[in-house]
């Protein structure tokens, strides 16, 4: 029998477990060693699962199987096609084991003085292939808070996210993901919450990790820092950025490289200042380099929306829904752009708590073109009975029902690459 939404149960070694059953973790050390699977029993049959270790034993999702999980199970996850992310999976996106994933990214891990960061194509090349897909810094800030779990909510998770919480996940999830055949840790920097009476030991942490950036053999080394963006101001080179929880390291940038983010990511900066703009962040990440010791200039920056709760939102027009979401406690999963050209297409919210099978949210904004307003309507339609549409100008319409709800143990299981605990997950992870 299915343990539905009740909470997540496993079968290991012939056993059936609940996940905050007190002999897991020795039923996972034995599984561990065996050579069969440990199965999620949420649906009829189960879906299998693998265990490792990481601190303690862990029981993760297989890839590629998070939509085979019952939508209210902490372990599902909708397929890449039902985001951004089924443009780069294969690609730029390389599973290399269950719990490993390569990223292939357009931008370098360093710079050479002098040199142009991009050659020129020889005239007559030796050979012609298709081009491959790679990862943009938008997509890599995508892709690890989903791997976090920042883009799910479930009501367990009410008030439990802050600094803290997405500096420990965000960096936990760059653990398992090798960029250029290293771990994404070790050129991530995540600022920790600030504390005044805790600051110096904060920076030299901070001035540990970015020690990465030292030159050396002629080469200038870039890291990734990923924050809320807090201001800005001028200065005689350019522009000094100021990320919160990091108010004794400003990031320097020169007035043309601001200017392009400015000019680029106009309609964000702008939401902050919007009639609906409350309780909204914008994230920013930066490829940083070293202009001097301990001095970090931004070489390339994206920015991402987001709500208070840190889920990331693709413009104003989806801050009313999200709202009305977590007000209303529900369960449910943001779809992320990464480096698709139109989202039209993508439900801006799934709801995982209305049965069998998620139900598709759409929001059309008045301010989308024709061609995006059609192809949003078109995926209204073509996932109906199962979809839901808010057109401009109208009152929200009243949300599909939640048909079961979850228990406190089954939200507070981690997820994609994070081990099943009893301990609340308040980014929202859940067994991957």
Known sequence: MASGVDGQRFAIGGRVVDADDPQLQDLLAQAYEAPGRPRCLCVAGGVEMYVAFHRHFQIKRMPETGDRHHPACPSYEPGPAMSGLGELVG?????????????????????????????????????????????????????????????????????????????????QAAEAIQVKGESLSNRLYVPEAFSETAKAEQADRRRARLSVLQPHDGRQPLAVVLGEFKGWESTPAGARIWIRH???????ADARTWARVQRGFAPLFEALDSDGGRGLRLMLVALIRARREHTYEIDLASLMLTSEEWIPLEGVHEAPLVRALVAQGRRFVKPMRYDARSVAGFANAILLDVGAEPVDLHVVSGFMGEAEQGAKRRAFENARPRSWLWLPGEAMPVLPGPSTRLTAGAAACRPHAGPTTVRPNPAGRDPG
């Open 246 to 252: 990091m108010p004794d390291a400003p990031l320097l």
């Open 91 to 171: 690609e730029a996106v390389v599973q290399l084991d269950p719990a490993r994933v390569e990223l292939h990214v357009d931008f370098p891990w360093a710079r050479v003085p002098g040199r142009p960061g991009v050659g020129r194509e020889p005239a007559e090349p030796s050979e012609v292939g298709r081009t491959r897909r790679r990862m943009s810094l938008r997509a890599l800030m995508h892709f690890l808070f989903e791997r976090a779990g920042f883009n799910r909510w479930s009501p367990a998770m009410a008030g439990k996210r802050n600094q803290a919480v997405l500096h420990k996940y965000l960096m």
